[in-house]
């Protein structure tokens, strides 16, 4: 890591994630350690947007114009990259492969140079992240192959392929995700989770700051008022503690119920009222939870959607002495 990175990371107070400065501070002292982490937490807690914040702080740097990334030697062709350009992203798939991370052969080049020639090797993603950052989205959905695979870069900045005698660089920085309530999920290896460190990322600290965060982030109409946004992230927030939730919803649902809604009400050429927020609700919120399975068999997700919401408003009303 430069030096400059470092002054740029104790600087920073990664402005683009409201609040969670508990989290932030983990990272900033993992990154200074030179740690490889994973970040784990529900969707839409911005695990992505975190590790992108980190991409910009890595400044600038020459590097050799080709797929390796290498810090350039005489005569070898460079161009200057940016620390967004250094951010390679991978997701995490049980059909992803070690060829798809790490490269493979040719098979044109090969007849032209020989199969076991370094002209015929196309390299991966992993190389292309040499002196950046390979961003491994959903970690724990690769295969525990793919997981060996990344077991000797993690360890020792290098990367040896197949038949080849050479050893070839991969020096990055490791950022991984990974969402715990994710059951369609790889089991990962003790020895390949040794090599990180987890910062566990969770849903906005307050009420306030998540409206602040669907505020900055909904696409919305211009008559769709703070109220209307305080009380959609209200409702999806009392989801999260519900007795009958067994997977709640997160940040994303709060900004598609105000979109929807914003949407809605300007089909009908009015400003956002709750009702209009009611005739979204269960299109929006539906699929985004999971009910216990003592809940599930007596009631459809879309009836306890509809129910919990009227009884929610009703409360609101109540709350703010009959206005809405």
Do not use: W
């Amino acid at each position: 890591m430069q030096e400059e990175f470092f002054k740029r990371l104790l600087n920073t107070t990664f402005a683009e994630i409201v609040g969670q400065q508990h989290v932030k501070n983990q990272v900033k002292s993992a990154l200074l350690a030179k740690r490889n982490i994973i970040f784990v937490g529900p969707p839409g807690v911005g695990k992505t947007t975190l590790a992108r914040s980190i991409a910009a702080l890595l400044g600038d740097v020459e590097l050799s114009d080709d797929a390796f990334r290498t810090v350039p030697v005489q005569n070898q062709k460079t161009r200057v990259f940016t620390g967004e350009q250094r951010f390679i992203r991978v997701q995490g798939s049980p059909d992803l492969t070690s060829e798809d991370l790490l490269g493979d052969i040719d098979p044109i080049k090969a007849l032209e140079f020989g199969p076991t020639s370094i002209e015929a090797f196309s390299p991966g993603k992993i190389f292309r992240a040499n002196n950046g950052i390979l961003f491994f989205d959903e970690v724990n959905r690769c295969s525990s192959k793919l997981q060996n695979a990344l077991l000797q870069a993690l360890q020792e900045k290098i990367v040896t392929i197949g038949s080849y005698d050479v050893d070839f660089s991969a020096d990055f920085l490791f950022i991984g995700t990974m969402n715990p309530s994710d059951n369609s999920t790889e089991e990962l290896s003790s020895v390949f989770l040794d090599r990180f460190d987890l910062i566990y990322l969770t849903y906005p600290e307050s009420e306030d700051d998540e409206t602040d965060i669907v505020s900055a982030q909904a696409h919305i109409s211009s008559h769709t008022d703070k109220d209307i946004i305080r009380f959609c992230v209200r409702f999806v927030r009392s989801l999260r503690s519900h007795e009958h939730v067994e997977e709640a919803p997160g940040v994303r649902a709060s900004i598609g119920l105000v979109e929807r809604a914003s949407a809605f009400a300007r089909i009908h050429s009015r400003s956002t009222e709750t009702k209009d927020v009611f005739s979204v609700v269960e299109s929006v919120l539906a699929h985004r939870l999971r009910l216990k399975p003592s809940v599930r068999y007596n009631m459809t997700t879309e009836e306890f959607v509809r129910g919990i919401f009227e009884r929610f408003l009703q409360q609101e009303k109540r709350r703010l002495g009959g206005e809405g």
